[in-house]
C-alpha cells in the first residue's frame, strides 16, 4: 500500500467535493471521520470557499453530523485575511460574499471602493460595473489577488462558477496578474504550517481536486490522497507532473477505516 494509513496522524479534508456536496455528507465520511477522531488522529479542514464564515462551515459541518469547531478550519479566505494583516494592509476592494467580507474584518480589514489591494473570490452579485471599478483601481495601480483558482462549485448536484471564471475576465481586462491566496499558494502552506503542529511525512491530505487539493498537499510535504467525488478523475492522471500526482488514489474512503 503507497499509504499506511495506521501510521497518519494528521488527516487534513479538503471540504467541498471531498466531505460535503456543500449540504450533504457524501456516503461514508461520518464513519470515517468518527473512527479517525476515536483513533486519535488529528482532523482538520481545508477550503477556497469562503462565501460562509469559518465558524459557519463549522456549524455546517456540525449540523450534517461532523463535530467541528472554528480552528479545525483553514480558509483561503482566513489565509488572505492574515496575509493583509501581517503585510499592513489595512484596506482592501473585495469581488466576495459576507463570509470573507466577515473573516476580512476579523483582522481589522476594511472593504474601500478606494483600495491598493482587490480581493477576488466567489461574488454571485459580480457584475459589469465591478469588473469596470476594478479596471479604474488597477489603472491607479492596485494589485489583484484571489482566494482560489477553482473552476467549479459544486452545490446539491448543481455547478456553479468557481473563482477562476471571475479571475479570467478581470485577467482578460486589466491585463494584470492575480496572486493566489488560496491553494496551492505558499501562503496557505505557511498559514497551516503555522496554525497546526504537524510532521509532514505523518499527514495526508486528501481532496477531489489534483491542480489545487493535490498539488498543495504534495508542496506542504504531505501524503495525498485523490477521492472521485469531486472535480477530479482517474483519467485526470495521465500525464501529470510528479508534483500533481496523489500518493494513492482513493476510490471509497471506506478502504481508510479498514486499514487503519
Ligand atoms: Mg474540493
Not at 464564515?53 to 482566513?78: P, V, W
Request: proline share 3%; glycine share 8%; aromatic share 8%.
Amino acid at each position: 500500500m503507497l499509504v499506511n494509513f495506521s501510521s497518519i496522524r494528521t488527516y487534513i479534508f479538503d471540504i467541498n467535493g471531498t466531505v460535503i456536496e456543500w449540504n450533504n455528507l457524501y456516503p461514508h465520511i461520518e464513519k470515517l471521520i468518527s473512527t479517525l477522531k476515536k483513533r486519535h488522529k488529528k482532523v482538520y479542514y481545508i477550503t477556497d470557499n469562503c462565501v460562509i464564515t469559518r465558524e459557519q462551515i463549522a456549524d455546517k459541518l456540525t449540523k450534517l453530523g461532523l463535530k467541528t469547531s472554528e480552528n479545525e478550519i483553514i480558509s483561503s479566505g482566513y489565509v488572505a485575511a492574515n496575509y493583509f494583516e501581517s503585510k499592513g494592509i489595512n484596506k482592501v476592494y473585495v469581488a466576495g460574499e459576507r463570509g470573507l467580507i466577515s473573516e476580512l474584518g476579523d483582522k481589522g480589514i476594511s472593504i474601500s471602493d478606494d483600495a491598493a489591494h482587490i480581493l477576488l473570490s466567489i461574488d454571485r452579485n459580480f457584475n459589469y460595473m465591478k469588473l469596470k471599478k476594478i479596471g479604474d483601481l488597477v489603472k491607479k495601480g492596485a494589485k489583484l489577488y484571489a482566494t482560489g483558482f477553482n473552476r467549479n462549485w459544486y452545490v446539491d448536484g448543481e455547478v456553479f462558477p468557481g473563482e477562476m471564471p471571475i479571475v479570467e475576465v478581470v485577467k482578460k481586462f486589466t491585463g494584470a496578474e492575480v496572486k493566489l491566496l488560496g491553494m496551492p499558494s505558499p501562503e496557505m502552506k505557511s498559514r497551516l504550517l503555522e496554525d497546526v503542529f504537524l510532521f509532514p511525512e505523518d499527514t495526508l491530505l486528501i481532496g477531489d481536486n489534483l491542480s489545487t487539493n493535490v498539488t498543495f498537499g504534495n508542496m506542504c510535504g504531505f501524503r495525498t490522497g485523490l477521492v472521485l467525488t469531486g472535480e477530479s478523475s482517474e483519467e485526470d492522471l495521465e500525464g501529470l507532473k510528479a508534483e500533481e500526482k496523489p500518493t494513492v488514489v482513493i476510490r471509497d474512503v471506506r478502504n481508510i477505516v479498514k486499514n487503519l
